[in-house]
């Protein structure tokens, strides 16, 4: 029962350490490159679909346009 109650009592000091660095400015080191690196991430979070997309349509448009060029010879 001690080991019990000894790893509750570990395990809430370990939890509590969490909670009180939210609050602080340890648990996030807010930069002026932060915002930067927020808008970068999202830039190609965005432009992922739309990059893919043309991929694709060039990948599919050459395959097409080949299977095209067989079938009249």
């Known amino acids: ?3 019990l109650r000894l790893t509750l009592a570990l395990a809430a000091v370990v939890l509590s350490l969490d909670a009180h660095a939210i609050d602080s400015y340890r648990f996030l080191h807010v930069t002026i490159e932060t915002p930067w690196m927020i808008f970068l991430g999202l830039l ?3 432009l992922f679909p739309f990059i893919l997309t043309a ?3 060039w990948h599919f448009a050459i ?3 080949e ?3 067989d ?3």
Do not use: P, W
């Open 67 to 69: 299977a095209g060029n």
């Open 63 to 65: 395959k097409k346009k």
């Open 71 to 73: 079938e009249s010879v």
């Open 44 to 46: 190609v979070v965005i």
């Open 55 to 57: 991929v694709l349509h």
């Open 1 to 3: 029962m001690n080991i």
